[in-house]
């Protein structure tokens, strides 16, 4: 009877360790890619904004850029705590492996180059600006449709709303 007891307690214990541990939300390669793609977009975004908060002499453009630089600093953070904690590396693991979701929207680094030696700049900046927040909520569309995991959709839907407002906001500056 009690070799019984023993081996009916023993049995639940191995199950239970045997048992997937809860790690929490969902997470698909949706999230994982769109995640990892937005860490190098954001990377050149600050890039970017870094530029403006330097350069700008409008007022409102030298608050946007510098909260840009600050927000996606923050973003980056994030999104690397993400991708640490469901053990995926910080990058894909080729040049192209997103490729067939459609690539990610890049930033060309000659554009960067070019906006540094602007003559005129603001408009300039404003432009690869808006064409850049633009990739973002393409890209984060991707994910609110596709993705698993509860946070990063939440985050993805605040990235659309977020990116269109600075979006509007440039849109306003350009025609000043």
């Known amino acids: 009877m009690r070799g019984r007891r023993?081996?009916?307690?023993?049995?639940?214990?191995?199950?239970?360790?045997?048992?997937?541990?809860?790690?929490?939300?969902?997470?698909?390669?949706?999230?994982?890619?769109?995640?990892?793609?937005?860490?190098?977009?954001?990377?050149?975004?600050i890039e970017?904004?870094?530029?403006?908060?330097?350069?700008?002499?409008?007022?409102?453009?030298?608050?946007?850029?510098?909260?840009?630089e600050s927000t996606q600093q923050s973003e980056v953070e994030m999104m690397l705590r993400w991708l640490h904690s469901w053990d995926q590396p910080l990058t894909p693991a080729s040049a192209g492996a997103h490729d067939h979701h459609g690539g990610m929207p890049e930033t060309d680094v000659k554009q960067i180059q070019a906006l540094k030696r602007s003559k005129n700049f603001e408009y300039d900046l404003c432009n690869l600006l808006i064409a850049h927040q633009d990739d973002a909520v393409q890209?984060?569309?991707?994910?609110?449709?596709?993705?698993?995991?509860?946070?990063?959709?939440?985050?993805?839907?605040?990235?659309?709303t977020s990116?269109?407002?600075?979006?509007?906001?440039?849109?306003?500056?350009?025609k000043k």
Request: net charge negative; with cysteine.
């Open 139 to 160: 890209m984060a569309a991707a994910e609110v449709s596709g993705g698993a995991n509860p946070e990063v959709q939440k985050w993805a839907a605040q990235v659309q």
């Open 48 to 68: 970017i904004a870094r530029l403006g908060a330097a350069r700008a002499t409008d007022p409102e453009l030298k608050t946007l850029t510098a909260a840009i």
């Open 163 to 174: 990116r269109k407002g600075q979006i509007d906001l440039m849109m306003k500056l350009v």
């Open 6 to 45: 023993f081996l009916a307690g023993l049995s639940l214990l191995l199950a239970a360790a045997c048992a997937p541990p809860d790690d929490g939300p969902p997470v698909n390669a949706e999230d994982v890619m769109f995640v990892q793609m937005m860490v190098q977009h954001h990377r050149q975004g």
